[in-house]
């Protein structure tokens, strides 16, 4: 009998990273993950431990000799490790590059000299910065504004760098506004996360600007599928996809729906827009289904009261 393939998962113990290791187990697959454990949390994948199904090992992709034992037998890397605070990478720049494009980079190197057949990297709409094309489609012109955005865009060039000169098959997807269950309560939580907090302690919610900017806000277990599409995939090395609900829904319209979903009414609080938001966002997936047959399931309706009957 052969031995199951063995799957690298950078940051498997945070949020997507975590829903990932599930999919994988459910497949067959032998699991090993590096997490340094500053935002994933041992309880996410706790099952898969006690039940040993899960090799995990606490450390830093930047760590070269680490990531090196890491890879020992590892015939794919699912990348998902970065530092993602807009926040923090206009206060650290240097720091978000160094994890984000040089751990990266790190990685690549050390898969390169283990004989790793293919490299998933995670990255972000936020490298679109505003875009200048709705729906966003993988043509659509780049343009980072945040030190953050400017990282994860810096990581993608590396991962063609490498499957251009054929060391390793790389893959980019950029994912869009994600939420589900494990994502962490914090300043930089996602919206969906903190208007469901407010909710729960009968505050109002806040709204900035005049809530008719709009996001692409899809389901963890969509993206979970979209990222396993590409790791299977072989006509998927050497090319961006968008992995997203390709559907727009403003913040107004969040707060209504969460509302509802929630049984309450909350006060509404709006404050002066945010300088530097983007107005609108939403993604073309037409590419990722027709390469990928990437087929998002959960509509926003479904996956937020999934969430609200869950917290």
Do not use: W
Not at 218 to 223: E, L, S, T
Request: charged share 25%; net charge negative; with cysteine.
């Amino acid at each position: 009998m052969n031995k199951p393939e063995r799957v690298l998962v950078t940051g498997g113990a945070g949020f997507i990273g975590s829903h990932f290791v599930d999919k994988l187990i459910t497949q067959g697959y032998n699991v090993r993950i590096i997490d340094d454990l500053s935002t994933g949390k041992k309880e996410n994948i706790a099952g898969h431990l006690e039940n040993k199904e899960v090799d995990l090992i606490v450390g830093d992709i930047r760590d070269s000799n680490l990531v090196s034992k890491c890879l020992d037998g590892v015939s794919t890397v699912v990348h998902f490790a970065a530092q993602t605070s807009v926040t923090f990478s206009v206060e650290h720049p240097d720091l978000t590059f160094d994890i984000n494009a040089s751990g990266t980079k790190n990685l690549l190197s050390a898969c390169t000299k283990q004989a790793v057949g293919k490299f998933v990297f995670a990255s972000t709409c936020a490298v679109y910065g505003d875009p200048a094309c709705l729906p966003i489609d993988e043509t659509c012109k780049t343009h980072p504004i945040s030190p953050y955005a400017e990282s994860k865009l810096s990581a993608e060039n590396i991962c063609f760098e490498f499957d251009k000169q054929k060391l390793l098959q790389s893959v980019v997807l950029r994912f869009f506004n994600v939420y589900g269950l494990r994502q962490c309560l914090n300043d930089y939580s996602g919206v969906i996360t903190r208007f469901i907090d407010l909710i729960k302690q009968k505050k109002a919610l806040t709204i900035y600007g005049d809530g008719q900017q709009s996001r692409d806000f899809v389901d963890v277990q969509d993206i979970v599928g979209g990222v396993f599409a590409a790791m299977q995939s072989g006509d998927a090395p050497g090319q961006i996809f968008n992995i997203g609900s390709g559907k727009a829904t403003t913040i107004n319209e969040l707060a209504k729906e969460i509302s509802e979903l929630a049984g309450v009414k909350p006060e509404i609080k709006y404050e002066k827009e945010r300088i530097g938001e983007i107005k609108h966002s939403y993604a073309d997936i037409s590419k990722a289904k027709k390469v990928l047959d990437y087929r998002p399931s959960i509509s926003l309706h479904d996956g937020l009261k999934d969430l609200i009957l869950a917290v």
